[in-house]
């Protein structure tokens, strides 16, 4: 009996708490928010499965060359202040 207790509370607290923010200005203001976005979410042009499927593959293409890009910069410049410091020549 507790647990039904427990959870009628739980329940009436939540409906309190939706009429208090249904009918207070911050409430209403959130609500308008709630319903825009819904509304603009749904005018909005989705990408098909190819078009995520292609950017994704550009995505992954472009993080790999960076990666060697970066690599090749970070081995070259340890090269060139390893001769500078003259702990290359052994």
Do not use: H, N, Y
């Not at 709630?34 to 509304?39: F, G, I, L, R």
């Amino acid at each position: 009996m507790d647990k039904a207790l427990i959870a009628l509370s739980f329940v009436c607290g939540l409906v309190a708490a939706a009429g208090v923010a249904w009918l207070s200005a911050p409430g209403k203001t959130f609500f308008a928010f709630a319903q825009d976005s819904w509304a603009e979410a749904s005018r909005v042009s989705w990408p098909t499965r190819k078009e995520t499927l292609q950017m994704t593959a550009v995505v992954f293409v472009f993080v790999v060359v960076m990666a060697l890009f970066l690599f090749s910069v970070d081995t070259l410049l340890a090269w060139i202040v390893k001769l500078v410091t003259g702990r290359g020549a052994s």
